[in-house]
């Protein structure tokens, strides 16, 4: 089979005549796209807002009591629990109580005023990735 241009551009034009009689059929077309534009646009909202996050901070410095007044008032991280110990940040992430974990390792704030660039952990629950959970 070979495509032939000619009946292509026949059935193209036949379609928008018909279009052009049938005004229900042009109006819901356009109209019907176009309001789901609108109410998916609005409806359906990705951003994710105050996600449970745990926190494990070996460091009690200003910069890191700073970093995490930031991440709380960001609105997107709820500082739910502080942890004590690694293993209870893996407990926390395993039972699907935290979908965020942010461990903030020793002398981050004095690594941090010397000028070197000291490590932060964040570790994210990607197990359900669309189904953020307040």
């Given at each position: 089979?070979?495509?032939?241009?000619?009946?292509?551009?026949?059935?193209?034009?036949?379609?928008?005549?018909?279009?052009?009689?049938?005004?229900?059929?042009?109006?819901?077309?356009?109209?019907?796209?176009?309001?789901?534009?609108?109410?998916?646009?609005?409806?359906?909202?990705?951003?994710?807002?105050?996600?449970?996050?745990?926190?494990?901070?070996?460091?009690?410095?200003?910069?890191?009591?700073?970093?995490?007044?930031?991440?709380?008032?960001?609105?997107?991280?709820?500082?739910?629990?502080?942890?004590?110990?690694?293993?209870e940040v893996e407990a926390l992430?395993?039972?699907?109580?935290v979908q965020f974990a942010v461990?903030?390792?020793?002398?981050?704030?004095?690594?941090?005023?010397?000028?070197?660039?000291?490590?932060?952990?964040?570790?994210?629950?990607?197990?359900?990735?669309?189904?953020?959970?307040?």
């Amino acid at each position: 089979m070979t495509l032939s241009w000619s009946r292509w551009v026949g059935i193209i034009v036949k379609e928008f005549i018909q279009l052009k009689r049938d005004r229900l059929t042009f109006g819901m077309i356009i109209g019907i796209p176009v309001l789901q534009l609108i109410l998916f646009g609005y409806a359906i909202n990705a951003d994710p807002k105050r996600l449970p996050t745990a926190v494990l901070s070996a460091d009690s410095s200003p910069y890191s009591r700073t970093l995490l007044s930031a991440m709380q008032i960001s609105g997107y991280f709820r500082l739910d629990r502080f942890a004590r110990s690694e293993d209870e940040v893996e407990a926390l992430m395993a039972q699907g109580r935290v979908q965020f974990a942010v461990t903030i390792p020793e002398n981050f704030g004095r690594k941090l005023v010397r000028g070197e660039r000291p490590v932060l952990l964040v570790e994210a629950d990607a197990s359900d990735p669309a189904g953020f959970r307040t």
